[in-house]
């Protein structure tokens, strides 16, 4: 259990992005049923100030993306492409570069470069 206070600023920075960019996705492509995500180590509301709402396959792909994050033995974490450990396997792999790509997109046309996403790129 990662309590509140444990979370730096830089892994709070690399949560919300991740967050976003799982949350973009999802709303762009996705029109099922969506429910709130909850993270079992913290409480995501602290962090994002608001709701987020997934599908149930994204839910798991940002449980993933953030349980690996906070997991993560390198600090300052290097980028993920220059890391020899490669947390993303098969499925989540495949899945976080496309999402990566799609929002990364997504923001691009909409001016948000300033949260671009680096780990990916
Ligand atoms: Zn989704």
Known sequence: M???GEISKKEKDDIRTLVK???IYCREN???ERGPFTFKFFDIREIEKKEISL???CSRLLTYGLTMRLKCPHDPKPMCKKCDRQCYHGEYKAKIREVMKFSGMHMIKHGRIDLLYHYFA
């Open 2 to 4: 990662v309590k509140q």
């Open 21 to 23: 960019f799982v949350g």
């Open 30 to 32: 996705h029109n099922g």
């Open 55 to 57: 599908c149930a396959g």
